[in-house]
């Protein structure tokens, strides 16, 4: 019986990103608010809340919708 298990490390796409970003900032080769030089830290995140929030609020309104017509 063969066993095998797989795992990855390292700092990803968004986090070297980031510190490219942090790099080319503290070396003046960019001159971006902080607040762009860390969004590849920050968006992906956002992304998700934003899109499961409207997704929520669609759900919600389908069973309003739902609930009136049956009503």
């Known amino acids: 019986m063969s ?25 003046d080769k960019i001159d971006w608010s902080w607040w762009w030089v860390l969004a590849p830290l920050w968006m992906p995140i956002t992304l998700i809340l934003c899109g499961l929030l409207i997704f929520g609020l669609v759900l919600g309104l389908v069973a309003l919708i739902t609930w009136m017509v049956n009503k």
Request: proline share 0%; no cysteine.
């Open 3 to 27: 066993s095998s298990s797989s795992s990855s490390s390292g700092i990803g796409f968004y986090g070297g990103l980031a510190l490219l970003f942090i790099a080319l900032k503290l070396l």
